[in-house]
Every structure is written in C-alpha cells, then in structure tokens.
T-cell receptor, first 116, second 114 residues
Framework: DTEVTQTPKHLVMGMTNKKSLKCEQH?????MYWYKQKAKKPPELMFV???????INESVPSRFSPECPNSSLLNLHLHALQPEDSALYLC???????????????FGQGTRLTVV | SQQGEEDPQALSIQEGENATMNCSYK?????LQWYRQNSGRGLVHLIL?????REKHSGRLRVTLDTSKKSSSLLITASRAADTASYFC??????????????FGAGTRLAVHP
C-alpha cells in the first residue's frame, strides 16, 4: 500500500467555523508533512512531523494547528480562517530516516479548501 | 519559501516531440527530485537524482544535474497527450532529525497536443 489518503477532498467553510483535515498512511513512514498550494503556484511547506513530534513550523499562522496523534495519522485543525487561506492542502509522508537522506515523498490527492 | 526557478513556465508541444524543462536552485542539496501534478491534485514522484550523480534515466525520462551551476533538467522523450501536467523540481537539503525538507520550484505547465 503506497497511498496517502486525505479527507475530505473538498471543504467549504465560513470564517468562524472550526474544521479539520485528515491524512492517513500505512507505509510505516515516520515523517509526515503538510503543504499549502495556491493556484498555479508550487507547494509551500507548512509543517513537518518526525516520529510524531513537530520538527518544522514554517511560520504558519496559529489559525492552522497541526496534530500527529500516531505514526499513521496527521491532522490539520482549522479555525478562524481568512478567504486568502483558500488553497489546496497536501499531505505527504516519507520513509526518512531509515533510508537516509535520499528518499522520495508520497503525496495525497489533497483537500481543496474554500473559505467564504 | 521557493527554492528556485523553473523554465519555461509553460510549454506546448505536439505528441511525439521531446519536452525539456529546466530547474535552478540556490543552496547546496542532498538530492533533487522531479514530481508531476495533474490538474491541481496530488503530486507523483518521477525521479530522484543524488548530488553526486550527473545523469539518470527512467523509461522516457532523463534527468541531468549540474551542481556547479545549481541546475537540473528533465527531458521527456516521445511525449504523449497523457504527459500533459505540471512538472515541479524539488530540492532536498535538510536531512536532520529524521525528515526530508523538500522545497519546490515554480513548475512548468506542459501541454501535449494530439
């Protein structure tokens, strides 16, 4: 199983709502990532978890709150978002560090978020 | 934070032609990877080239890496309409604490016409 599964595929939320994005992988990967991608732009790294611990927060606003409850799951909790936060949110995982630095990342299909 | 630039930003070719995309980056790297993205969905890994490699092949894909110029190119030979997608290079410079920090280039949108 080389899949990273993200739910939901689409999400529309109001600026006062609280919602969560979910990501799951069963490849035994111990590094998991959240990326944000605006239209016609490259993915931008938001958060990195390694062994269920937050390793990188790329100065992401606190209205985005990541959580890694176990080695297979990654959540992104959303609260009080702005319309400019509308984007495709991508989850990824990689096998690091077992295979050293030269490993590929596996991406989910993303959640397309619209904030109204 | 975007690592570098890709050119061209958009490329339109006929089926059967070759497509070449270039990527430049700014910092030292462990490896450089190429990914493909269809219609704004998930990214699919295509090929990884390590910093001590100069050229790598995978099927119709050929990747080169010039670390002295901090640049890479992706060649797709005998293109097909199904190759229509966005292609991103990604540099991996951070192997620390058990993760890989991939930073993506701007991407090239490839359109292959039947």
């Amino acid at each position: 199983d080389t899949e990273v599964t993200q739910t939901p595929k689409h999400l529309v939320m109001g600026m006062t709502n609280k919602k969560s994005l979910k990501c799951e992988q069963h490849m035994g990967h111990r590094a998991m990532y959240w990326y944000k991608q605006k239209a016609k732009k490259p993915p931008e790294l938001m958060f990195v978890y390694s062994y269920e611990k937050l390793s990188i927060n790329e100065s992401v606003p606190s209205r985005f709150s990541p959580e890694c409850p176990n080695s297979s799951l990654l959540n992104l909790h959303l609260h009080a978002l702005q319309p400019e936060d509308s984007a495709l949110y991508l989850c990824a995982s990689s096998q690091a560090p077992f295979r050293g630095p030269n490993t590929e990342a596996f991406f989910g299909q993303g959640t397309r978020l619209t904030v109204v | 934070s975007q690592q570098g630039e890709e050119d061209p930003q958009a490329l339109s070719i006929q089926e059967g032609e070759n497509a070449t995309m270039n990527c430049s980056y700014k910092t030292s790297i462990n490896n450089l990877q190429w990914y493909r993205q269809n219609s704004g969905r998930g990214l699919v890994h295509l090929i990884l080239i390590r910093s001590n490699e100069r050229e790598k092949h995978s099927g119709r894909l050929r990747v080169t890496l010039d670390t002295s110029k901090k640049s890479s190119s992706l060649l797709i030979t005998a293109s097909r309409a199904a190759d229509t997608a966005s292609y991103f290079c990604a540099t991996d410079a951070g192997f620390s604490g058990g993760y890989n920090k991939l930073i993506f280039g701007a991407g090239t949108r490839l359109a292959v016409h039947p």
